[in-house]
């Protein structure tokens, strides 16, 4: 009896330790994974620190660190004149000031940064860790950040935060605004970087592809930030993600239902793969983008169920029917 008791006990133990693996796959130690620490430089105060009335000189300090930005020349009178109009120009300096008063400090966002760069590294070792670097847009909001060469340029005045006055000023509608925040910059960051990596796929023809190939680059930002909140990672809201998560068997039930995971319709898969304030097949509380959230869902159910498959395999399938069906995909009611 002792025998059969033990040997309860150890089998327990296994299904309980096998329970935590499956879970836990992401969710890896990189503590000992050789990156340069980033350190966040701040073209957007350093630069506007620079007087005025002596700018070449000025520009001239900052050359060093800022060669990216500045080049090698500053003597062309007609970039000076530019740059002069830049750090005079009424809005910048009110961006400018904005952001020195919320990010006096940027020590947080630069240890996100530096965990998300370590799980990088680990999936894809050969891979160069990017600078980062800071700077005032005057309100660029197509591009809140852009990555070139190694470099990642940040516009720090398009993360005010939702009580930032001049974004509804200029147009912008809530469900942007209310993803213009710190939380947002590591995700956004990281988001740019994988799809510099792998691109989204041209070829998506039917809303199963297009529902599959989303769902893949947000397995990759669930490997590169497993601490950060799965809500960040697609763009919702705590309450769009929430009701997500309630609604998921009637989302899915919905798509088989009304025939629409083999559909090519390009009206009907915009309105389950693009952004706005809500899908709208489904009430005023869904979020946007519900294909993609679903998609997600079976790439996650893929990867639970088939440990063997490496990141960059998944990224290479282009089957996306034998991604559903390898998922064993089923939402609980």
């Given at each position: 009896?002792?025998?059969t ?22 969710n ?35 050359l ?44 947080s ?41 190694s ?54 023809v ?5 529902m ?90 893929y ?27 089923k939402?609980?009611?």
């Open positions: 009896m002792k025998k008791g033990t040997l309860l006990i150890l089998f327990s133990l296994l299904l309980l330790v096998g329970c935590r693996w499956g879970k836990d796959r992401l890896i130690d990189v503590s000992h994974i050789k990156i340069p620490e980033t350190k966040i430089h701040r073209y957007d105060r350093d630069l506007f620190k620079v007087p005025v009335n002596d700018l070449q000189k000025g520009l001239g300090k900052l060093p660190e800022y060669r990216y930005f500045l080049g090698d020349h500053l003597t062309d009178t007609a970039k000076l004149s530019q740059m002069m109009n830049y750090l005079q120009n009424p809005r910048n300096i009110d961006f400018y000031q904005a952001c020195q008063k919320k990010y006096t400090d940027l020590s966002i630069e240890k996100g940064l530096n965990d998300a760069f370590r799980h990088y590294r680990y999936y894809f070792p050969d891979e160069k860790i990017p600078s980062v670097y800071s700077y005032v847009s005057g309100g660029d909001y197509q591009h809140p950040v852009m990555i070139s060469d470099v990642v340029i940040l516009a720090l005045d398009d993360y005010l935060g939702k009580t930032f006055s001049p974004y509804f000023s200029d147009g912008l509608p809530m469900y942007k605004v209310q993803r213009m925040t710190a939380d947002n910059i590591v995700p956004d960051i990281m988001k740019a970087l994988l799809t510099i990596k792998y691109p989204y796929d041209p070829m998506a039917n809303m199963l592809e297009s599959i190939d989303a769902g893949r680059h947000l397995y990759l930002m669930d490997a590169v930030m497993p601490a950060v909140s799965a809500n960040l990672k697609i763009g919702y809201t705590p309450a769009q993600y929430k009701w997500a998560e309630e609604n998921e068997s009637h989302i899915w039930a919905s798509m088989i239902e009304n025939q629409m995971l083999y559909s090519a319709d390009a009206r009907m898969i915009n309105i389950f793969m693009s952004d706005g304030p809500f899908t709208s097949e489904f009430a005023r509380e869904s979020p946007p983008r519900l294909g993609e959230w679903i998609g997600w869902n079976i790439v996650k159910a990867m639970k169920h088939h440990k063997e498959v490496t990141l960059p395999e998944l990224m290479q399938e282009k089957d996306a029917q034998k991604i559903l069906t390898m998922s064993g995909y939402p609980e009611k």
